[in-house]
C-alpha cells in the first residue's frame, strides 16, 4: 500500500535531499544483504485486492473516501481513484491449508465491504477493467484526494508533456487521448506476493519472470476497455501506456519503460534490481528522510528503507522486488503484479496457487532455467499471453514452440502441484485450487472469454451502454457465489435493470462511430453519405477533429429547390450550406437535458463535444428504443 506523507513540491532541494536518502537506502540494503539479515529459513504468501465500486446503474461509483472510514481499520486503503479500494490481507505461511484460509480471509474483508458500500448506494466488483467504465469517469474530479495521488498525477504529466495516449489494437482498435494519469485508474488487479530468502531471490524471481506468462495466459480477465475488445489482458497494454513517461526522440536512443518486465535474468542478487531502477528512473515522488539507515544498523534496530520502498512504488515492474520488516526481521519478497481482479474469488486464489507452485517448484526442477529459456523468449511469452490468453504460443525450453494450453495441462499444473505438496501444502488445497484451472483451460472459458462470449451473445440487444452494463451487473451477481468462472452462464441484458439505468447521460447511448466531412470538400460527398448510410444529417470537422458545422437534409433539399445544385451536380464545397456553431453538449449531459434542448430549440440532432473536439452524436433516433418502452408499460397499464 502507498505511503500518503510524500513532498508535494519537488523542488531541487527536495529531490537531492530524497536521492541522497534513495543511495544511502541502497547501501544499507547491500549491507543487511551481505550480513545476512534477511529472515529465511520461512516461506509466506499474501495478497493485495483492488476493487471497483459501482452504483445501481452499474456504472463507477466514486464513493470510496465515503467508504473508508468505516473500512480503514480493517486493512482497506485507497487507490488513485475514488470508484477503487485495495485490502491488503494477512500473510500465511505456505503450508497446510494456507490458500483456503487467504480465501476465507478474502470473502469476509469483501462481505465487510459490501455491507458498507451498500450503505452508500454502491456494489463491490472484481474485474481486471470494469466493463461499463466511460472516459468521463477519468475526469479529475474523480481522483482521491491524497497528497500522494495528486503529486503522481503532477509528474507524470510534466514528464510526458501533459498528454496521455492509448493505442491497443485488438479485434477493435483503440486510438484516444486523455488529459491525466486517470487512465491508470482503470485496472485493477489481484497482487500475489511470495517471500523468499536473500541467497535464493536471483533464482526465484528468474522462476516467476519465466513462469508468469502462462499463469497469465490462464488467468485473463480484461478483454474490453470503453466497450472495445482488445487484449485478452488489456491491462498490460494500458498500465504499461497509461504510466509511459518516455518522450519521443529524433534517434534511436534505448529508453526503458517505468511499467516493464525487464531487461535481463537477475545474476546474483537483489540489489541489481534496485539499482538499475535507481540509475534508469528519476525520482516522480519524495518524503522527507527523517532515518540514518546505518545508525539504525548500529543501534540494532533493521532500518525500514523509506526512500527505496517509496522510489521502488513508481517503478513498475510486472514482478517486483519489495523489502519488508515483519516480527523485527526484515525479508523480501517477489510481488506479481500482472494477475486481474476477479472473475470470483476462487478464480483469484486458484492464480495465486499456481504461481506460487510453479515459482516454487521451477527452482529444483530446472536449475539451468536461464540457460534453456532466453530473456526475450519470457518476455515474448508474457506479451503473447496477454494478448491471446490460452491460445497463446510460447516459444519454450531449448528454443520450443508450445501452445500454452498444451503446456499449462500437461506440464506446468502437475509441476505446480508437486511444488506446493512439498511445500506442505494440504491436498486438498492444491487438489481444488490446480484443479480449477485445469477446468478453465479445458473449457476454454477464462473471465475474457466470458466477457467476450457474452457480448457476442448480446448483439442486437438493448443500447451498447446496456450490454456493457449487464456484463457488469452478471459478474457482480455471480461473484456473490462460490461459482469458479468456467461454469458462469452467459449474461443476460436483463441482468442491468432494463433501459432506466442506461438513459441518465448521454455518453451511455451517444453514437460514436460517426461519418463526416471537411468543410472543403464537395457537397455531393454529404449527399452520398445520406443517402448510403440513410442518415439525415452529416457533421463537419476540421483536421483537428474540431466541430465546425452540420449540413441537414433539409438544407441539401433547399439548395436543390432553389435551384443552385448546378447542371453538373451540387459541385460546390460543404462550408457555403453547412450550418455554423450548431448546439452542442458533452458527453457528461443529462438526457433530460438533452431533450429538453432539442424541444426548445426545434431540433433533432445534438454533436457532443468533450474539450472542442468531436466525440459523438445524438439524435431523436437514439431515443426511438425509449418511446416505445413507454408505451408499451403505459398501453399495458390501461
Known amino acids: 500500500m502507498g505511503r500518503q506523507d510524500v513532498t508535494p513540491d519537488l523542488g531541487p532541494e527536495a529531490i537531492r535531499a530524497f536521492t541522497k536518502g534513495l543511495l544511502e537506502d541502497l547501501r544499507a540494503l547491500e549491507q543487511i544483504v551481505s550480513r545476512g539479515m534477511i529472515e529465511s529459513g520461512v516461506r509466506r504468501i499474501g495478497a493485495e485486492q483492488e476493487f471497483f465500486l459501482v452504483d445501481h446503474q452499474f456504472r463507477a461509483a466514486p464513493v470510496a473516501t465515503s467508504l473508508l472510514p468505516e473500512l480503514e481499520d480493517a486493512g482497506f486503503t485507497t487507490e488513485l481513484a475514488r470508484f477503487n479500494l485495495e485490502t491488503n490481507l494477512d500473510p500465511q505461511e505456505l503450508t497446510g491449508d494456507c490458500f483456503a484460509r487467504v480465501e476465507q480471509q478474502l470473502r469476509d474483508r469483501l462481505e465487510m465491504a459490501r455491507r458498507v458500500a451498500r450503505r452508500h448506494g454502491a456494489e463491490v466488483v472484481l474485474t481486471g477493467i470494469l466493463p461499463s467504465l466511460t472516459k468521463s469517469d477519468l475526469s479529475l474530479d474523480n481522483i482521491t484526494p491524497r497528497p500522494r495521488y495528486y503529486a503522481l498525477n503532477e509528474a507524470l504529466t510534466k514528464m510526458r508533456g501533459g498528454t496521455y495516449r492509448l493505442q491497443i489494437e485488438g479485434i477493435d482498435e483503440l486510438h484516444m487521448e486523455h488529459d491525466s494519469a486517470m487512465l491508470e485508474a482503470c485496472n485493477t488487479s489481484f497482487q500475489v506476493h511470495l517471500q523468499v530468502s536473500a541467497d535464493e531471490f536471483a533464482a526465484r524471481y528468474n522462476a516467476a519472470q519465466a513462469m508468469t506468462a502462462p499463469v497469465l495466459a490462464a488467468a485473463v480477465n480484461s478483454p474490453l476497455l470503453f466497450g472495445r475488445r482488445l487484449w485478452a489482458e488489456t491491462r498490460i497494454a494500458l498500465f504499461q501506456q497509461s504510466l509511459d513517461t518516455r518522450a519521443a526522440s529524433p534517434h534511436l536512443r534505448e529508453l526503458a519503460p517505468r511499467v516493464r518486465f525487464g531487461e535481463d535474468w537477475v545474476k546474483d542478487s537483489v540489489v541489481e534490481l534496485f539499482q538499475e531502477d535507481i540509475m534508469r528512473f528519476r525520482v516522480l515522488m519524495a518524503t522527507e528522510v527523517g532515518q540514518d539507515p546505518f545508525s539504525e544498523m548500529e543501534a540494532g534496530r533493521v532500518p525500514r528503507l523509506e526512500a527505496l520502498q517509496l522510489h521502488n512504488s513508481t517503478v513498475y515492474r510486472w514482478n517486483r522486488p519489495c523489502y519488508g520488516i515483519s516480527n ?94 512439498d511445500a506442505g501444502v494440504a491436498a486438498t488445497d492444491v487438489d481444488r485450487y490446480l484443479g480449477i484451472i485445469e477446468r478453465r483451460v479445458d473449457t476454454g472459458q477464462t473471465g475474457a472469454q466470458w466477457h467476450l462470449a457474452s457480448l457476442a451473445g448480446l448483439r442486437n440487444q438493448g443500447t451498447r451502454a446496456e450490454r456493457l452494463a449487464a456484463l457488469t451487473a452478471a459478474t457482480v451477481t455471480r461473484q456473490q457465489e462460490v461459482t469458479p468462472v468456467h461454469d458462469w452462464p452467459l449474461a443476460r441484458l436483463e441482468e442491468a435493470g432494463g433501459w432506466k439505468q442506461n438513459y441518465t447521460r448521454v455518453d451511455q447511448y451517444m453514437l460514436t462511430d460517426l461519418f463526416t466531412v471537411n468543410e472543403d470538400e464537395l457537397v455531393d460527398l454529404v449527399a452520398f453519405l445520406m443517402d448510403r448510410r440513410k442518415i439525415r444529417h452529416v457533421l463537419v470537422e476540421d ?88 408505451l408499451e408499460e403505459k398501453l399495458r397499464e390501461t
Open 328 to 421: 523485527g526481521r526484515p525479508h523480501l519478497r517477489i510481488e506479481c503484479r500482472s494477475i486481474p481482479a476477479g472473475p470470483s474469488i476462487v478464480d483469484e486464489i486458484a492464480n495465486m496457487a499456481f504461481w506460487v507452485g510453479l515459482v516454487t517448484a521451477a527452482v529444483p526442477a530446472h536449475p539451468d532455467l536461464t540457460e534453456r529459456l532466453d530473456f526475450d523468449a519470457a518476455k515474448s511469452n508474457f506479451l503473447a499471453a496477454a494478448r491471446h490468453g490460452p491460445a497463446a504460443v510460447f516459444t519454450w525450453l531449448d528454443g520450443s514452440q508450445v501452445k500454452a494450453f498444451d503446456l499449462i495441462k500437461h506440464d506446468l499444473l502437475p509441476l505446480a502441484a508437486g511444488g506446493l505438496r
Open 543 to 630: 483536421g483537428e477533429h474540431r466541430l465546425v458545422g452540420l449540413v441537414s437534409y433539409r438544407g441539401l433539399l433547399r439548395l436543390i429547390a432553389n435551384g443552385k445544385a448546378g447542371a453538373n451536380g451540387l459541385g460546390m464545397p460543404v462550408k457555403e450550406i453547412m450550418t455554423r456553431d450548431p448546439i452542442t453538449i458533452t458527453p457528461e449531459t443529462l438526457t433530460t437535458e438533452a431533450i429538453s434542448l432539442m424541444r426548445k430549440n426545434g431540433i433533432s440532432i445534438l454533436p457532443v463535444v468533450k474539450n472542442d473536439k468531436l466525440v459523438g452524436v445524438v439524435t431523436e433516433a437514439e431515443f426511438l428504443p425509449i418511446a416505445s418502452q413507454l
